[in-house]
């Protein structure tokens, strides 16, 4: 179950990280064309976008770090969650169904993450104090 946790860890980073990437890379007129226009129900600008990317950005040098600090990885999966359920949720609230299955996928992926993670916490801290005893 490690092993499926940090397998499952490390793909999630590339992908909230690129996608950080291309929000914080691309220009305005891309972000209207690819994000704000086809949600334009919803009325987020380009600024809401750059600071969605930064978030992912962040989010994903957190991701990194939670290898060595779980805490971190922790708050790290809980705002990849929330960004991803905000992505799903506003493509579909646009009828952008089609759209909304990659953050989909990421979403399910981080789920994932957070509850083999937790797993291999749990496990891991049963076997020291069994050790210590």
Do not use: C
């Amino acid at each position: 179950m490690k092993w499926l946790a940090r397998i499952l860890h490390v793909l999630l980073i590339p992908l909230i990280a690129s996608a950080g990437v291309f929000k914080l890379m691309s220009g305005a007129e891309t972000i209207r064309e690819v994000y704000t226009d086809p949600l334009a129900p919803l009325g987020y600008s380009v600024g809401f976008i750059y600071m969605i990317g930064i978030i992912e950005v962040l989010a994903a040098v957190g991701l990194m770090a939670g290898f060595w600090r779980a805490a971190v990885g922790f708050a790290s999966l809980g705002v990849t969650f929330i960004v991803l359920a905000g992505a799903v949720g506003s493509n579909l609230i646009a009828g952008l169904y089609a759209e909304a299955i990659s953050p989909l996928v990421g979403l399910l992926v981080t789920v994932a993450v957070f509850l083999a993670s937790r797993y291999v916490l749990k496990q891991s801290r049963g076997t020291a104090k069994l050790a210590s005893q």
